[in-house]
């Protein structure tokens, strides 16, 4: 992985996790235009947005060899998590 590869998961992941805290885990379909990111319509399925970006929390360590950017995020995730427990979105076993 080349140091902007690195650069741009990690933007990206930052991005993401902005989007899903302030949405509540709700992702939406997002398209450059002028350079910046603009929101264009609901999502066609949440779980696949959130199930990319969990992929990819994981693979970035394995691939940078850092992963204190995840134990950062873990905790700003955390409360996001124990809100869809609550409301039934996420099933525990």
Not at 14 to 28: Q, S
Not at 36 to 54: H, N, Q, R, T, V
Not at 69 to 84: A, F
């Amino acid at each position: 992985m080349t140091e902007t590869e690195k650069k741009a998961v990690g933007r990206y992941l930052d991005w993401h996790t902005g989007i899903l805290l302030e949405t509540d885990g709700k992702m939406g379909i997002y398209r450059k235009e002028s350079g910046k990111l603009i929101y264009k319509e609901k999502a066609d399925s949440e779980d696949g947005y959130l199930g990319m970006y969990l992929f990819l929390m994981g693979k970035y360590p394995l691939y940078t060899g850092e992963a204190g950017w995840i134990c950062m995020e873990c905790g700003k995730l955390y409360g996001l998590y124990e809100r869809k427990i609550k409301t039934g979105f996420i099933l525990c076993a």
